[in-house]
């Protein structure tokens, strides 16, 4: 079954331990993305990738990390976490990078609390 | 610089009853519009999406939206809610990197 699967889906942690959430796609896409959603802010993006080893700022990049080193993952890094990124991430991926003709497909989500 | 505007943060709607979800767009150039639908506790899930040609685009579950250049809208309807409707609905438009989300609409669904 094509999907996005992202780990763990719900996190409590402390302020300044740092942690990681997976990403990986089974599709064989290019392009992955991290957004979080937050209330009455939508979904904004953090970091995008158009291939292995290619990584870029999206709007609110501040606090995080990204590394493609494999095209299935796409782990989202926190050094150190701090109440303002308690948030809903989402990752997704699609095809080809382009996101105006391309269909992305998103993860069921991992919900952070930072104490 | 480009936007999306969903006006409507919660609607609330009968069983039976039809919807509109209103999405406005700020956009240049011919815009590429989508539409997700977030259940409680899942992912997004596409909707429906527009990218040229006919103005009006059907999507899954019965959900169809209309493009109108001239309103920059791209407005959601249903003739006929159901109950498992019930979710937040989001207004996304397509740019080379990445997707402008909309801040999402509530919809509830009333027996």
């Known amino acids: 079954e094509a999907q996005v699967t992202q780990n763990p889906r719900y996190l409590i942690t402390v302020t300044g331990k740092k942690l990681t959430v997976t990403c990986s796609q089974n599709m064989n896409h290019e392009y992955m993305s991290w957004y979080r959603q937050d209330p009455g802010l939508g979904l904004r993006q953090i970091y995008y990738s158009m291939n292995v080893e290619v990584t870029d700022k999206g709007d609110v990049p501040e606090g995080y990390k990204v590394s493609r080193k494999e095209k299935r993952n796409f782990p989202l890094i926190l050094e150190s976490p701090s109440p303002n990124q308690t948030s809903l991430y989402f990752c997704?991926?699609?095809?080809?990078?382009?996101?105006?003709?391309?269909?992305?497909?998103f993860g069921a989500g991992t919900r952070l609390s930072v104490l | 610089a480009q936007s999306v505007t969903q006006p409507d943060i919660h609607i609330t709607v009968s069983e039976g009853a039809s919807l509109e979800l209103r999405c406005n767009y700020s956009?240049?150039?011919?815009?590429?519009l989508f539409w997700y639908v977030q259940s409680p506790g899942q992912g997004l899930q596409l909707l429906l999406k527009?990218?040229?040609?006919?103005?009006l685009v059907q999507g899954i579950k019965g959900f169809e939206a209309e493009f109108k250049r001239s309103q920059s809208s791209f407005n959601l309807r249903k003739p006929s809610v159901h109950w498992s409707d019930a979710a937040e609905y989001f207004c996304a438009v397509g740019l080379t990197d990445k997707l402008i989300f909309g801040t999402g609409t509530r919809l509830q669904v009333f027996p």
């Open positions: 997704a991926s699609s095809l080809s990078p382009d996101s105006r003709k391309n269909i992305q497909y």
């Open positions: 956009y240049g150039a011919t815009p590429y």
């Open positions: 527009y990218f040229s040609g006919d103005t």
